[in-house]
């Protein structure tokens, strides 16, 4: 398959680990990939952003930037529709962006197949964590004008292939495709014994978490709760990453004399991450956005860790209470504090529940390889009707 790959995003973190592991399993099947896209640093970094776009952001009215962005679609367009012509694509594979219109007029301008990959429904995102929207109307607009226009929609969890269908597209047109793992990356990940030990973490019971730490995390309730009777004394949380509330929780852990028992990694670079997460004994996902599926949970369930979560619909599209997690209710105020109680307190149930954990990604298939295999499965059929229309 010959598949031109466009994307608006700008940032190294998370998406980037997302673009990046579909591209090489891809090209790893075969398939030959244009790619489209900003031009940023390949840093490898994780956590980094592009500060160019945070700057211009909140320096125009909200308004203006959000026709800005819409603006960019014709530049965009300008420049797939030159790919377009010059490498002769089976199909066109768009990673969704608010007010991104370039593969919609792509599709309709030179009739190439598209499909959409969605990873969260970004008006209602901009409205609930990035400050709003100053032009709502045109947001809707431009995401439903997405949205219908492709040929297959690619949510990441069911939750999230609701918002899609709220908006007119079909079931027929849905397919949900899970965030992934890539297996060889964490295949060379040490023995947790020997991960503790280069860390300094020796003897430790060691609770983790991985990527951009953000308020609506919780993170400070496991700071809390470490300071509390129900704590073993020989626990040390580890945040592998950074993020805009890493500053409270360090004055957290200094003042409730914690401060040598909780780590920050920093910025690291994603090569590292196995390393930190090999030496977890308790993984973290104290919560998370109603419609997402979490990187850190698939690094989590590879490294086999025994994982609490909340009981939350996307997060059950993955994880049973008892097989490979252990959920609590997050409604209920002290149910976390309860599981981390609880998992500290069982060495049994922790390595039941990091054997699970390590057979999931198989049985769902939860890997960059079997999404790679799901797209091109629909990039062949897509390009095999086009064919079919075109000689009829």
């Not at 030959?32 to 980094?48: H, L």
């Not at 769902?364 to 009829?392: F, I, K």
Request: proline letters at 5%.
């Amino acid at each position: 398959m010959k598949i031109l790959y466009h994307h608006r995003t700008a940032s190294k973190d998370g998406q980037a680990v997302h673009i990046e592991e579909m591209i090489a399993a891809l090209r790893a099947q075969g398939h030959e990939v244009r790619v489209v896209a900003p031009a940023v640093s390949a840093d490898g970094q994780m956590g980094a952003n592009v500060g160019w776009v945070h700057r211009l952001r909140s320096a125009l009215p909200k308004a203006l930037y959000e026709l800005l962005e819409l603006t960019y679609s014709l530049v965009a367009y300008r420049r797939l529709a030159q790919a377009a012509r010059e490498f002769q694509p089976d199909v066109l594979y768009e990673r969704y962006n608010l007010f991104l219109l370039a593969g919609v007029m792509l599709k309709r301008r030179f009739g190439i197949p598209l499909l959409l990959e969605v990873n969260a429904p970004l008006v209602f995102e901009r409205c609930q964590h990035s400050g709003g929207l100053a032009l709502p109307w045109l947001a809707r607009w431009a995401e439903g004008l997405a949205w219908r226009s492709a040929d297959y929609v690619l949510p990441v969890t069911r939750v999230l292939a609701a918002h899609v269908t709220a908006y007119g597209v079909p079931d027929v047109r849905i397919r949900v495709i899970p965030n992934g793992i890539n297996r060889a990356h964490f295949a060379v990940a040490p023995a947790p014994t020997f991960a503790k030990a280069q860390r300094g973490l020796g003897g430790k019971l060691v609770l983790g978490f991985t990527g951009f730490v953000r308020e609506w995390h919780g993170v400070d309730r496991v700071i809390r709760w470490m300071a509390t009777p129900a704590a073993p004394g020989n626990v040390h949380l580890v945040i592998v990453g950074d993020g805009p509330v890493r500053g409270e929780l360090e004055a957290l852990a200094q003042q409730m004399g914690l401060q040598d028992r909780v780590t920050f990694t920093g910025v690291i670079h994603r090569d590292q991450v196995p390393d930190w997460v090999a030496a977890f004994d308790i993984a973290l996902q104290p919560a998370v956005v109603p419609y997402a599926s979490p990187l850190k949970l698939m690094e989590y369930l590879v490294l086999g860790k025994a994982i609490i979560a909340p009981r939350t619909p996307n997060l059950c599209e993955v994880l049973s209470d008892g097989e490979n997690s252990l959920l609590f209710d997050a409604d209920a105020s002290d149910a976390f504090e309860h599981a981390l109680s609880q998992l500290c307190a069982d060495d049994v149930l922790r390595e039941k529940l990091g054997v699970g954990a390590h057979a999931t990604i198989d049985r769902l298939d939860l890997t960059w390889d079997g999404n790679a295999r799901r797209v091109a499965g629909l990039a062949a059929s897509l390009a095999d009707a086009a064919r079919q229309q075109r000689s009829a």
